[in-house]
């Protein structure tokens, strides 16, 4: 399981190929805003959200369903969410499936938020 760093998560917008997911609840977004790029799948619906079909998760989500291949980066407030969700998406077969271990509160503290 490798780990994104902040500068990969910043550069994310020139790779849309990656999918970067914050498994916050909206609560937590509504406080703190949320990273550029960023979708919004809870931690306790994303093994559903994962596998909806293709059709669903892009209806819902806005974005085309992850490949087994894709590059996916989770982050949370701290972290450890992430790594679960991580672990999670692993387990169902995404592959590259990584945690920014950083998640928000590095973020907010490299923006200046």
Same mark, same amino acid.
């Given at each position: 399981?490798?780990?994104?760093? @902040? /500068? /990969?998560?910043?550069d994310?917008?020139? *790779?849309?190929?990656?999918?970067?997911?914050?498994? &916050?609840? %909206?609560?937590?977004?509504? /406080?703190?805003?949320?990273?550029?790029?960023?979708?919004?799948? %809870?931690l306790?619906?994303?093994?559903?959200?994962?596998?909806?079909?293709?059709?669903?998760?892009?209806?819902?989500?806005?974005?085309?369903?992850?490949? %087994?291949?894709?590059?996916?980066?989770? *982050?949370?407030?701290?972290?450890? &969410?992430?790594?679960?969700?991580?672990?999670?998406?692993?387990?169902?077969?995404?592959?590259?499936? &990584?945690? @920014?271990?950083?998640?928000?509160?590095?973020?907010?503290?490299?923006?200046?938020?």
């Amino acid at each position: 399981m490798s780990i994104a760093t @902040y /500068e /990969e998560v910043l550069d994310l917008p020139n *790779h849309p190929e990656k999918l970067l997911i914050d498994v &916050r609840g %909206p609560e937590e977004l509504a /406080e703190t805003g949320k990273i550029p790029t960023s979708i919004n799948i %809870p931690l306790p619906v994303l093994e559903q959200g994962l596998k909806m079909s293709a059709d669903e998760f892009k209806g819902k989500f806005g974005r085309e369903k992850p490949a %087994p291949e894709t590059e996916i980066i989770f *982050h949370c407030k701290m972290g450890g &969410r992430a790594q679960k969700a991580a672990d999670l998406a692993t387990s169902l077969g995404f592959a590259n499936a &990584r945690n @920014y271990k950083g998640s928000w509160t590095e973020w907010a503290a490299k923006q200046g938020k």
